[in-house]
């Protein structure tokens, strides 16, 4: 692959016999995990922009993958990096149905990055949905989408903090939604933990 390429995994994360994995500048792949002596490649898909694909979860019970690439540098002088709902009804064949709505305001003038990151990952014993996501997007906070019509996600909601003393802008990087409906996020820089209700 070109020099200027990464092909590396961030994580996979797994349901049932398949791994989804956020394959950086390769995009998603889908491995057949069912015989842990021959993984097998089942399809893969990558993006006409974007790159530094970061995670790919699927849906409870939905033929969809819910695909976030890494914003790596600051301002918007990089490919937008967004948050993608993938139909896998034909999982040797996956195919982008929607981009998430990509928060609007001044976020390329703020100052460090602006860009999806992670997503809240449906771990067992935390909150879990089969149509809300919460997507950490750096300077613009975390926004939380609907996905019940996977061709028309909705941004329902959204969080941004004020800005760390001695910082540019907000980076705000991992989410986890406990089952109490607790929202936890980080700040990459100086921010630190907040707690979301």
Known sequence: W???QDRSVHHGLIDGD???LGFWDAGMVILDIADHNDISVVSRLNWEIGGNTHTCMPLLGRDLVVVTDEAV????DDDPHMVRVVDISDETSPEVVAVCPVPQGDFCERGLRFGAHC???NRPDSYRSDHVVFVTYFNAGLRVYDLSEPAR???I???IPECPPVQQAAQINDVWVGED???YVTDRVNGGVYVLQ
């Not at 540098?73 to 918007?76: F, P, Q, T």
């Open 73 to 76: 540098r600051d301002g918007c």
């Open 153 to 155: 996600p909705v941004e």
């Open 18 to 20: 398949r791994a989804y």
């Open 119 to 121: 997503l809240h990952e």
């Open 181 to 183: 409906l607790l929202v």
């Open 157 to 159: 909601a959204h969080w």
């Open 2 to 4: 070109p020099e200027h």
